[in-house]
């Protein structure tokens, strides 16, 4: 089973509906990271975690939110979606440990028409 | 506009070829991540650079911190198709801050 496990790998929804993106993670690392990937724009921050009710914006928070209730599950939200969020997300975890790295999901590719 | 820039930001050479990409920036970082992306994947992690002026090697590939800790590069020595892929590097300013990302060189090694 995978270390960083991401539902719905893909995901279709209409503009203006609510979207839930998981992730969950067996490696028991305190920290969390919700990415966006678009072409040429790399990953963009979303929100970080750094534990269990502890939220960060990133980068791009606009539009989404976040819910961080275990330490293993940060779930992602789109509580309106609109077609330029459309995007290729992913989660990632990462210890505490100085300059550890980052183990990410396979990610959530999410269409909104 | 991005706290890191990298480049090329698409590369195309032929087996056997030598490449440079580079990730820069006007900020100085602890350290310096470079991942390596396949399609439907995420993310892996090549190398950690921590120490201005430190260079690391893995295999074919040679990864250096610049002296200020503000860029970095990655050289690739006799590319082969399986080095194929998006390659991102990433920092954080300090071990407690956020990682953020480069928008990624995507290198195609044609046999």
């Known amino acids: 089973d995978a270390d960083v496990t991401q539902t719905p790998r893909n995901r279709i929804t209409k503009t203006g509906k609510r979207i839930m993106l998981e992730c969950s993670q067996t490696k028991g690392h305190d920290r969390m990271y919700w990415y966006r990937q678009d072409p040429g724009l790399g990953l963009r921050l979303i929100y970080y975690?750094?534990?269990?009710?502890?939220?960060n914006k990133g980068e791009i928070s606009d539009g989404y939110s976040v819910s961080r209730q275990a330490q293993a599950k940060f779930s992602l939200s789109l509580e309106s979606a609109i077609p330029n969020q459309t995007a290729l997300y992913f989660c990632?975890?990462?210890?505490?440990?100085?300059?550890?790295?980052?183990?990410f999901g396979n990610g959530t590719r999410l269409t909104v028409t | 506009t991005q706290l890191l820039e990298q480049s090329p930001q698409f590369l195309s050479i032929q087996e056997g070829e030598n490449l440079t990409v580079y990730c820069n920036s006007s900020?100085?970082?602890?350290?310096l991540q470079w991942y390596r992306q396949e399609p439907g994947e995420g993310p892996v992690l090549l190398v950690t650079?921590?120490?201005?002026?430190e260079v690391k090697k893995l295999k074919r590939l040679t990864f250096q911190f610049g002296d200020a800790r503000k860029d970095s590069s990655l050289h690739i020595t006799a590319a082969q198709p399986g080095d194929t892929g998006l390659y991102l590097c990433?920092?954080?300013?300090?071990?407690?801050?956020?990682?953020?990302f480069g928008p990624g060189t995507s290198l195609s090694v044609i046999p």
């Open positions: 990433a920092g954080a300013r300090t071990s407690y801050d956020k990682v953020i």
């Open positions: 990632a975890t990462r210890d505490s440990s100085y300059n550890s790295p980052l183990h």
């Open positions: 650079v921590v120490t201005g002026g």
């Open positions: 900020s100085v970082f602890s350290s």
């Open positions: 975690s750094f534990d269990v009710k502890d939220i």
